[in-house]
């Protein structure tokens, strides 16, 4: 079968944790699944340790296994880098990337500091390559569904807002202090883990931005086994403790620029709540909520019905006219978690081939970021409403 | 104070909204239900308004109306003070009724402010009477037991907690400013009348108290129609504007005397949700989940089930063993709202024959007002952590 | 108070066990709810045992006590008999009430047989009186609005019905042998028991008649301890071991007048369902969908919705304009198992008052009762599908 | 067979619709998730449309296209032999593709006659090749452990049980006339298309078989829009009409034999549920409850739990020990449709490579054709019970 206009998209990808495997999943999938302008080729995985990178190689079907991101980076023959590292190595990746010209995806957070942030999105505005950043769950069916029912008026003006991301994989003592847990790595803890795809949502949803905040970050269990091995997300621990330097949990209130208040809480604390992020915009004319533990459903309330028959409809998207879903199956089939990923890579490869910004940006993500930090330095100051 | 044996309890109420409505209906049906130490004369209601409290005595059955209060607190023939008026009259009439020696059951809040609490509480201290707070949803089956289950450490260590009270009911703007929307009467708006019921009921489930607070509170419609005519809950508006003196939100954080964070939300404005509570309490064991709009289940979560099985039970709290389900229905066959002020008069009744003091006691009582003050004070102070 | 005009009504309840105070609570409750057209004078209670029923005239409050139903029937000073005694009683005492021109209300199932519910439903007929059958469930909210929304054409066509009504409290082999398990007494099971529930209820909400039905009965428990005492509605067992004579479960299937299949189920040995009835009208333009467990709220799905909108909307049926919500609370706030005893009440007394037929009559009794025999019937021919 | 280590298992496709993208998907993603034995080769789909086939080769990664499966099937190049055709084809290709020592996974019904069924059944049990039935459904996790629950005697006794599978995409009489509605391609309608899976799943968490069943089989719509053209499950119609000549809605009950009954449905008609498979076990220790809207949940019951503390137990099947969720994400992370068609290929290559014979067999599908043949039998026979 001869293409010959539309040369195939060469990918790296730098790193090969959980998020690597996702991406992997992506990649492979996105174009068996939709028509994308550009065929796909999974070029290269970059990782430190040379075994375990030719072992994903190998396991996930990428063509070639690398060590040194920068000579990655730095190769002609490839279009995309894709950057699944922990959040602290995403500036000078994403950075170098983009000066050689290439296309960034890279996965949230953006960067582990507002400052890092800042350039990598000054960066990206001043590159050829188009760079986009990993808040996938902005492409849940659901989740686009509502932001497109929300920005056609149909819950009116926004006049309040909550969200919630809830894990308990910490809950146990003695669960491991893996790099999650560690500031220098991974930045904020639960707030800059999951806080994030909530303040995100929130800023999605709404397409307002939060502009001043006050809260709460803590450390439940301060000190807990050194990990001795990392498997999955939560890895094995030994009989060595160390200092848990991020939060546990984060409890934030922030006002959106059209002026309603937000109730967000980030914990890894909450006692059976395995991966549950809900959020509800409350409107004037209507509402939607949604929680990730349903993740096919959107509850939709229409305040213009009439009296004695409103209520909440849950709409199951999984509709040919809901987003994304001409690629998969019949209605009423659900999706996954990992569904999402190939939507992103179906949108980052539609605006290679078209030349336009996808959604979200690095400025996106650096907003985000200032949110966090703000969040923190609220925090630090007794809890005083605090500008982003 | 010494009663002959099963001497009926002749009971004056003071006050006919939708609160006396309540307690009626569970002054009339306790006795019916359980079997009480003592008989119960509904006696005399007491309302302003003469035709209206007359015919709110015909229709609920009390033997007679009065207009006066201080005429009745008075009277020697009368036992029990039941008072229903709104929050800002509270303080005056319980005085009264505990000085003139009479049990006095109070509808929540206990007063409109810490002072008038306060005085109310010493007042509760100095006398014979039993006194008792009316925070009824203690008394929902489902919540006494979660009560039981976290005391008896089923859940381990509360680590976080979360409570949520919202409603919908002044969304429209053109709903009219009726007395729970002047701070005079009603005290303080969403706070006050629905976030003291949350903050009451996670005080009563930890058993622990709240210690300080940061957080703000807000008034989203700032003028309303005056009201013409009380209908409901929500009455009837005219043309003429006024100024909303209550807050419609507040969202709050507290820290509990065990240490542990808990995140409120009180709203009015929240669309869709009718009279959603919902309290969850996680532990290092454990956790409960409860949502008032499925008022006869328990979320039971068990951290030391065995991996792979731990999930929420839905325990259906309407079983023979439950707390207050002796009187009513065969298991299975569900409550609804008025039921727990049946359990609290029984729970009064019983106080009262066998002369203990029962809870909610007014130092409750007043403990919440503190807590409500301490927000308002946070919300004043660019939501700086406050003293309760 | 003086009311010369209407005089009020006088009620003999026959019977005291759990309907006798669910009926109690209901006559007690529904003037003090509702604006009825007549006084209730709950005048006497009848039951064999003297000292029961005694003790429950006092618990109940029913002005006197009587031991010899025949007697109380034949008194002119008593205008309602009311018959909460099991079903094979209820033939004989409610002729004699008609008979003697009182007002009849009569418990659920109208007879054990189709030959006494004839009977029993001619003598309605041919009464002054007026005659009503308790098939509460008719009067809960959620159900009569799901009525009238289908009466008015809001599904369209039914095309499809599902009716299940499981309960669990016989999976125990030990649970004793209490007269709901001997046919001479209770009819039929689970099948008279709670399916006759299911089929008034699919009767009722589609404004249909089973024509033809076919279908299997089972005894799953064949021999259970002799009840050595009454309590709730299980009972104490002995050593002493009886045969069951009713059915344990009953799955069936009718024809609707209308064309479309109905499927049902009755069990008590679903095990952890406490008492779920759940009904779903399927219909050519949407569909309604009830769960007993989720009593205050009407699922309701419109089809003729946009294309990506539709979804089944969560109706809390406790709105103002809801059917009975006038006298209770505001929305939001929940109804239970009894309240639609109340609702039950007032219906008869404005029937009684305004001299019309209330709904369920008898002749819709003994429909049910004709299903429910032609279901026993098809069981012992091999599930024939047999006529009506 | 003897296979050198790690040759790559050399696979064949044989259809291109709705179910081609399933497996082509699952073919995919299975090695890259799973640690398979084999490695998979993509090498052939088979399709007699040669521009479609090429389409679909190229769109899922086939590494050729070829119109004749006869051909296909006697290829000496090729290992595996899946197919995904309409019914009234895999008798014939299955056979062919046995005969010549392939490995075949077939898709659900295995035939669309019981003579058909047996045929392939005998020819399975004569080869060397590994057979196996495509009823994916039992390979979702949360079903599979189900069914391990159950085996355990987790449940005790089964005592009863129901399954329905009900969606809604026929409700509009204008949906067009697609080959799932024709008896001589797709077998039996919503019995055998969507019954069948009901009635495997019942007898593989059992693990017992219906031996007699009783039940109705029905067309709603009895003539629709003869098909133009070919669109996802429902296809776009003309102005010609045809006649349906398969069953909208099946209710039947069946006797299992272990002694239980079990009640199921199948229909297309039921407004409002997109894909809605539910099943519920229950015995006489507890009960397993599944809706596959909620795929990644088991409910679970135990009745041995302390009295007021039973419930069911709402499990997220997504934990490291679950079934199948070593390959997937973290704890929490919903899987969606088509994961179990990668867990069908995992245990389909596993049992190749260990020489085990997966189940469901030929056997398991010819007995689930055997069930369906006995309802339509019953069905013309006034649904008299008939033998399975």
């Not at 109730?263 to 929680?291: D, Y």
């Amino acid at each position: 079968m001869s293409e010959p206009v539309r040369a195939p998209l060469r990918v790296a990808m730098i790193g090969y944790g959980f998020m690597g495997a996702a991406h992997s999943q992506a990649w492979r999938t996105a174009p068996r699944v939709f028509d994308l302008p550009r065929d796909i080729e999974m070029s290269v995985i970059v990782g430190r340790n040379e075994d375990a990178v030719a072992s994903a190689a190998a396991k996930w079907g990428w063509a070639e296994a690398a060590t040194d991101w920068r000579e990655v980076v730095a190769r002609d023959d490839l279009d995309v880098i894709d950057i699944v590292t922990p959040g602290h190595s995403h500036d000078e990746i994403a950075i170098a990337a983009l000066e050689a010209g290439k296309h960034v995806l890279c996965e949230k957070p953006l960067a582990n500091t507002v400052e890092d942030a800042d350039r990598m999105a000054a960066a990206a505005r001043g590159s050829d390559g188009v760079a986009m950043l990993g808040f996938t769950y902005r492409r849940v069916p659901a989740l686009t569904r509502a932001r497109d029912l929300i920005a056609e008026g149909r819950i009116g003006t926004v006049q309040q807002v909550r969200s919630a991301y809830r894990q308990d994989w910490l809950v146990d003592p003695e669960a491991p202090l893996s790099w999650r847990l560690k500031k220098d790595e991974a930045g904020a803890g639960s707030l800059g883990d999951i806080g994030g795809h909530a303040v995100d949502l929130v800023q999605f949803l709404t397409g307002q931005q939060l502009t001043t905040v006050s809260g709460v970050i803590e450390t439940i269990v301060k000190q807990r086994p050194v990990e001795t091995e990392r498997v999955g997300i939560a890895g094995k621990g030994g009989d060595e403790y160390g200092d848990v330097t991020v939060d546990d949990v984060a409890i934030f209130t922030g006002r959106l620029s059209g002026g309603a208040l937000a109730a967000f809480e980030a914990t890894r604390f909450a006692t059976g709540r395995k991966n549950e992020l809900t959020v509800e915009i409350s409107g004037s004319a209507g509402a939607i909520a949604f929680n990730l533990e349903s993740m096919n459903e959107l509850q939709v309330y229409d305040r213009t019905a009439p009296d004695g028959e409103q209520g909440f409809t849950r709409v199951i998207v999984t509709e040919p006219g809901h987003p994304y879903l001409e690629g998969w199956w019949p209605t009423g089939h659900m999706l996954g978690y990992e569904h999402a990923f190939s939507h992103q890579v179906k949108d980052f490869v539609d605006a290679i081939a078209d030349g336009s910004a996808p959604t979200p940006t690095f400025d996106d993500g650096a907003q985000v970021q200032r949110v966090l930090a703000a969040v923190e330095e609220s925090s630090a100051a007794d809890a005083r409403w605090t500008a982003v």
